[in-house]
């Protein structure tokens, strides 16, 4: 059994990673361990969740490759959002899946320790759950399912869904669906799609599935 350790955003993927994720490597021989990053620290308590400035998870993720240098190191964040002073931010590349790539090889070079892979999340974790819209049964009305629907076939994949902060895809789904829960619906969504289904229908997230799946068969 090989392990491998997500540093992550927060509960919502802390929960996808535990309910979905874990399962499914677990098959491969693969113990995935999700790690939330601090935002902030007190003499007394410890902050976790959401991402506020670049050095702060740059020094957490150097620390956990570190800690782990015989391991896997990968991460699980909202491209949406990310901090300005991170690296590579500033690529223009249009196309979403060259420019992310970019970025996160260049974040990896700033990280500079060999069992790192920074992996984004497009445009955000909520992006995936349009992968298979008729899920929306499950938390909404019929008439907000086929909104859902039109959204995504508005797009190639799901991961294009852009990353405005009136058009995210959280931000949609929050106005279509009172009370719409992150944690418990996002894992819920996902597990009656199956991230077979995600996969097919986002090549990033897949390329990143795919290469953790490779780390079972390596030697």
């Not at 907000?144 to 995504?152: L, M, N, Q, Y």
């Not at 944690?183 to 953790?212: A, V, Y």
Request: aromatic share 10%.
């Amino acid at each position: 059994m090989k392990n491998v350790y997500i540093y992550c955003e927060g509960a919502t993927e802390e929960s996808f990673i535990n309910e979905i994720l874990y399962p499914y490597f677990f098959n491969a021989e693969i113990a995935v361990y999700p790690i939330i990053c601090t935002t902030k620290r007190t003499a007394n308590k410890k902050y976790k969740g959401g991402v506020s400035d670049y050095a702060k998870i740059k020094k957490e993720l150097t620390t956990l490759c570190k800690q782990h240098h015989n391991e896997y190191v990968t991460t699980m964040f909202d491209y949406y959002a990310m901090p300005d002073n991170t690296p590579g931010l500033d690529c223009v590349e249009p196309d979403i899946h060259k420019r992310i790539k970019y970025i996160e090889h260049t974040i990896d070079a700033d990280i500079n320790q060999q069992n790192c892979n920074f992996h984004f999340m497009l445009h955000e974790f909520e992006g995936i759950l349009f992968s298979k819209p008729d899920s929306f049964v499950l938390v909404a009305k019929d008439d907000v399912v086929r909104h859902i629907h039109t959204i995504s076939a508005s797009y190639p994949t799901p991961e294009h869904i852009n990353n405005s902060p009136e058009t995210a895809p959280s931000k949609r789904l929050e106005a279509l669906i009172p009370n719409y829960a992150k944690i418990k619906n996002g894992t819920l969504l996902s597990k009656d799609m199956g991230i077979d289904i995600i996969m097919e229908r986002c090549p990033h997230f897949r390329g990143w599935i795919q290469k953790i799946i490779s780390l079972g068969s390596a030697d």
